[in-house]
């Protein structure tokens, strides 16, 4: 029996900074991945959480993730989410490595946005407004930071002391950074909504019209970051069609109920090839559900580098 290599948080760390893992996603993209054709993710819900079953192929590997989803955990002190990636030989599938999947999936997460962001936004973006302060937050501010030239950073967060204590990290590094309300969008080239906000963070109508909005906080059907304004002001885009039109509460919600037609919907590998022309003078939101492909392609970027 093969026994997997196994890759905890610090090797995936070392072995996957935030501009390699957002090359890694764009070049898969570029070389022909089409994220409609992995399987669906498998949601199976238990007493407290959810199970959540993610596998994929591409290339040399295929993979799966388990990730859990245990909504009390904070208050225990513990992440909300937490699992392991198992990589595996695409031709033998053969183990190859255990991945730790917390900061996998908080780095990938980003990664996507990052490249997504790089597609849509202004090039001389620079104000950044963040709805949390959780692990997703930071891994955002990072991407951020990687393709657009922010120097200054608003944080929203329920917990006050959490949101404090993320822009003074920000401030730290050397950033104008500070504490803000919803109200804020109204000032900002980029807005990362990255909560568990199962209702809209922002009014739309006070988004600027070349601002670019990414929502990464849910992959449920009735939980939405944005409200049918953002969604109906702004070109749409998603990792993939069927995949939101199943999952991205921030499309197909109650709150969104009949306001968006989906064939105007546009596919992030559509934007990043440069199929799609991204029209300038309008908002841009970019709704992520997260895919099992972006698990592998960085899960087998971590197992190449070490």
């Given at each position: 029996m093969t026994v997997p290599a196994v890759l905890d948080a610090a090797a995936v760390e070392r072995a996957l900074p935030m501009p390699g893992a957002i090359a890694a996603i764009r070049d898969a993209l570029r070389a022909g991945l089409d994220p409609a054709a992995g399987p669906a993710r498998s949601v199976v819900p238990v007493p407290h959480g959810q199970l959540l079953l993610?596998?994929?192929?591409?290339?040399?590997?295929?993979?799966?993730?388990?990730?859990?989803?245990?909504?009390?955990?904070?208050?225990?002190?513990?992440p909300r989410i937490q699992g392991a990636y198992l990589l595996l030989d695409g031709e033998t599938l053969t183990p190859l490595a255990m991945v730790d999947a917390v900061l996998l999936t908080a780095i990938r997460t980003a990664a996507v946005s990052a490249v997504a962001v790089d597609a849509l936004a202004e090039p001389d973006a620079r104000r950044l407004l963040v709805f949390g302060s959780g692990p997703q937050a930071h891994s955002h501010l990072a991407a951020m930071r990687a393709v657009r030239p922010v120097d200054e950073v608003v944080v929203v967060g329920r917990d006050q002391g959490r949101a404090r204590a993320f822009a003074e990290a920000a401030a730290g590094d050397g950033l104008t950074a500070r504490v803000g309300t919803a109200a804020d969008v109204a000032g900002a080239d980029l807005v990362v909504?990255?909560?568990?906000?199962?209702?809209?963070?922002?009014?739309?109508?006070?988004?600027?019209?070349?601002?670019?909005?990414?929502?990464?906080?849910?992959?449920?059907?009735?939980?939405?970051?944005?409200?049918?304004?953002?969604?109906?002001?702004?070109?749409?885009?998603?990792?993939?069609?069927?995949?939101?039109?199943?999952?991205?509460?921030?499309?197909?919600?109650?709150?969104?109920?009949?306001?968006?037609?989906?064939?105007?919907?546009?596919?992030?590998?559509?934007?990043?090839?440069?199929?799609?022309?991204?029209?300038?003078?309008?908002?841009?939101?970019?709704?992520?559900?997260?895919?099992?492909?972006q698990d592998l392609v960085l899960a087998a970027a971590v197992h190449a580098a070490v």
């Open positions: 993610m596998p994929a192929y591409w290339g040399r590997y295929a993979g799966v993730k388990l990730a859990t989803v245990a909504p009390g955990n904070p208050e225990r002190g513990l909504c990255a909560t568990t906000a199962r209702t809209p963070l922002f009014d739309g109508a006070r988004l600027r019209p070349r601002a670019t909005v990414v929502a990464v906080g849910s992959h449920e059907p009735d939980a939405a970051e944005v409200d049918a304004t953002t969604v109906c002001a702004s070109t749409v885009v998603v990792e993939d069609r069927s995949t939101a039109l199943r999952e991205a509460g921030d499309v197909i919600g109650p709150v969104q109920a009949g306001m968006l037609d989906p064939d105007t919907l546009v596919g992030l590998a559509e934007v990043v090839r440069g199929a799609v022309p991204v029209p300038p003078s309008r908002p841009r939101l970019f709704k992520s559900v997260g895919m099992a492909w």
